[in-house]
């Protein structure tokens, strides 16, 4: 982040931050103004949560925040302390797919990729919510992930169908 | 973001000791607002006290009253979603449903919501003059771009509004804050909570250095069969009002026995008229009657160049809100238009 290279930060001392991020513990030492999304991309190596607006204003950070799904630009790592965090990189086992990965692959449902690893964690925290049921519903809770490239209509088709499916499980 | 010192809260008391220290220090709840400023660099606390684990607060029950507490910490999902809010208090619940994403109403606390700041785009442009931002630099927005800001209650320093749709529905419901401070607790009455600028646009609230909101008090009274929230704006989701209404309605058969009107994005507060809501009352639930309404309630409006629409779109916004609340079952997810 740009105010560490900018700002001495002798001052103020990195603090032991602990997360349990796709059922791994990490023990991070960070600064207090590290965000979650940093703490991720930057000090875990975890670059599949994306950074797109880091104002809260598009959705590419979305990861699930103790079940809940968050924005990690707006949170800082350390009000997080001990929080189990899952990410795109965790919601499927190594080599598998998520449901919601195989449909938006089948459905044609991002073209440059960037907001989708947000929409899917978005996605798996709205079917978690379970308040969506129509498809005007799923559009406005998912109203805040955008997709510049406008692959909106074939997202919430990928969605709708995996959506249908758990119900008939 | 600038450097500052990280103190984790245990207690309401323990914030307090902790706010006090010394220095300018900021109370961290969710964050999606003060997060963001700092970021900007508008906003440079050298103390966060974050109140997220505050024992006690985080909980939403039925008072001996008859009403319902909100705990500040609770997250606006969790209130929107909570079964006694969206049972009796159904207004509440759209007009939170109404703000932000999903993703930020699962951060966004009750407490945060009241509190955060406008989005005048020159508030946000810290190279500008802005008299909230830096009082006596002056005003950019009155000879700028002002399609969002109000058209009621303005000054000659400031015409920002006030974003919050939660805060809509608390003012029509006629909610009560409750706050814990350096030198004791005391109740703010919805109305007085928020203020106008005046010649003091810096100050948005009525609450004192180091407060902390603990919880909002909702009156027995939910309106909760003839209500609606209907939000208009330049996007149909994840936007801020450029107005936006909130109808509570007591009907005996069709004729109005009780109602409340609020309106959003209009001023730099929630704006409520009580003469408008008296006038109503006795008259049948008819567009006449809402439309004379919203003649009151819009009396005094002022346009500026680029938002003079917004006073014929309130008018509008307002009765067919109230012809919305006469059916409330048609409303659409979001706080869109439905009749
Ligand atoms: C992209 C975006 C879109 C949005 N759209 C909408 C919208 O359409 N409608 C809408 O209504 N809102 C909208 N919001 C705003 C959002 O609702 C607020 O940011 C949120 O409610 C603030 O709550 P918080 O808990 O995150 O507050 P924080 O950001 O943590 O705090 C905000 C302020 O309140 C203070 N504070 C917090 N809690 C307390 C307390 N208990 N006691 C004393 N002080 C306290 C903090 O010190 C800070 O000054 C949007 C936000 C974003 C980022
Ligand atoms: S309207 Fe208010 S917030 Fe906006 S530039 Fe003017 S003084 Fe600042
Ligand atoms: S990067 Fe977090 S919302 Fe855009
Ligand atoms: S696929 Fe490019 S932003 Fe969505």
Redesign the interface.
Same mark, same amino acid.
């Given at each position: 982040m740009l105010t560490e290279l900018t700002e001495p930060t002798t001052l103020k001392a990195s603090q032991p931050v602990n997360l349990v991020v796709n059922g791994t513990p990490l023990q991070l030492n960070l600064l207090p103004w590290v965000s979650l999304l940093d703490a991720l991309r930057d000090y875990s190596g975890l670059t599949g949560t994306k950074k797109g607006c880091d104002h809260g204003q598009c959705g590419a950070c979305t990861v699930i925040c103790d079940g809940k799904r968050v924005l990690s630009c707006l949170s800082l790592a350390i009000s997080k302390d001990g929080s189990e965090i899952t990410t795109i990189e965790g919601i499927a086992p190594e080599g598998d797919l998520h449901p919601l990965q195989k449909a938006f692959i089948e459905h044609d449902a991002f073209q440059c990729g960037y907001c989708t690893p947000g929409q899917i964690c978005s996605a798996i925290g709205m079917m978690k919510e379970g308040k969506a049921k129509t498809r005007a519903e799923v559009k406005e809770l998912m109203s805040g992930n955008l997709c510049r490239c406008g692959a909106n209509t074939n997202i919430i088709d990928a969605i709708m169908e995996v959506q249908n499916q758990s119900v008939h499980e | 973001? &600038?450097?500052?010192?990280?103190k984790?809260a245990e207690s309401i008391e323990d914030a307090l000791a902790q706010n006090s220290s010394g220095g300018n220090s900021s109370y961290?709840a969710g964050?999606?607002n003060l997060?963001?400023l700092?970021?900007?660099d508008l906003t440079r606390p050298d103390t966060?006290v974050?109140l &997220?684990r505050v024992d006690g607060h985080h909980e939403i029950y039925e008072t001996p009253e008859g009403g319902l507490l909100l705990g500040a910490f609770v997250t606006n999902?969790d209130t929107a979603?909570h079964p006694s809010v969206e049972e009796r208090y159904p207004l509440l619940s759209k007009a939170i449903l109404a703000g932000?994403?999903?993703?930020?109403r699962?951060?966004a606390t009750n407490g945060g919501n009241l509190l955060q700041r406008t989005r005048c785009y020159y508030f946000y442009d810290a190279n500008v003059p802005c008299n909230k931002r830096e009082p006596g630099s002056g005003c950019s927005a009155i000879p700028g771009y002002n399609r969002i800001m109000a058209i009621l209650g303005t000054s000659e320093s400031c015409i920002a509004v006030f974003p919050s749709d939660m805060c809509v529905g608390l003012a029509a419901l006629d909610a009560t804050v409750h706050v814990e401070g350096p030198t004791g607790s005391r109740s703010i009455p919805f109305a007085d909570f928020h203020r106008l600028p005046g010649d003091t646009p810096e100050i948005d609230n009525t609450l004192l250095p180091g407060e902390i909101i603990t919880g909002i008090e909702l009156p027995a009274n939910g309106f909760s069969k003839n209500y609606s929230y209907l939000k208009l704006r330049d996007r &149909?989701?994840?936007a801020f009002a450029l107005v936006s209404v909130a109808t509570g309605l007591e009907l005996d058969g069709n004729v109005i026995r009780e109602a409340r009107i609020a309106l959003g994005g209009v001023a730099h507060k929630p704006w409520r008229v009580r003469e408008a809501e008296e006038f109503l009352a006795g008259k049948t639930a008819d567009s006449v009657h809402f439309g004379q309404a919203a003649e009151i309630i819009l009396r005094g409006a002022v346009g500026f160049p680029h938002n003079a629409f917004k006073i014929e779109l309130a008018k509008r916004a307002i009765v067919r809100n109230c012809m919305m609340a006469l059916n409330p079952e048609s409303q659409?997810?979001?706080a869109q238009p439905s009749v």
């Open positions: - | 973001m &600038n450097n500052f010192t990280y984790r961290l964050g999606t997060v963001d700092m970021k900007y966060l974050d &997220n999902a979603w932000a994403s999903a993703q930020i699962n951060m &149909n989701s994840y659409l997810p979001g």
